[in-house]
């Protein structure tokens, strides 16, 4: 059990934080990184329903800070019966640093 504990403070992760009440999801994407970075956050929005498709694209820089975890952002979506909602987020510091990571509304929440 501590052999996980000290494996997930060592090594970066990216997280999806992920709150639901009935069709509507609250998702905060989540970041812990051993090395403080200046860091491009990237998130990229999917969404298929009976009315069509749209894809949404947004990019920033962050300062983000060692060993803690920290919000990326929330984001709130309504998905209708039928509907799907794709969000893949990336960081990357232009380096050696690279984390991505997808969800799936509703199939992964």
């Not at 069509?52 to 820089?61: A, I, L």
């Not at 709130?76 to 991505?100: M, N, S, W, Y």
């Amino acid at each position: 059990m501590h052999l996980l504990l000290i494996a997930a403070v060592m090594s970066n992760q990216l997280w999806f934080d992920t709150h639901n009440d009935a069709q509507t999801y609250v998702i905060t994407p989540m970041v812990s990184l051993t090395k403080a970075c200046a860091c491009q956050v990237a998130v990229s929005v999917s969404q298929q329903g009976a009315a069509g498709s749209s894809t949404s694209r947004q990019s920033h820089n962050m300062n983000l800070s060692a060993n803690q975890p920290q919000p990326l952002g929330q984001m709130r979506f309504a998905v209708q019966p039928g509907g799907k909602t794709q969000i893949l987020i990336t960081v990357t510091d232009g380096d050696k640093l690279r984390l991505e990571k997808q969800l799936t509304l509703p199939n992964d929440a």
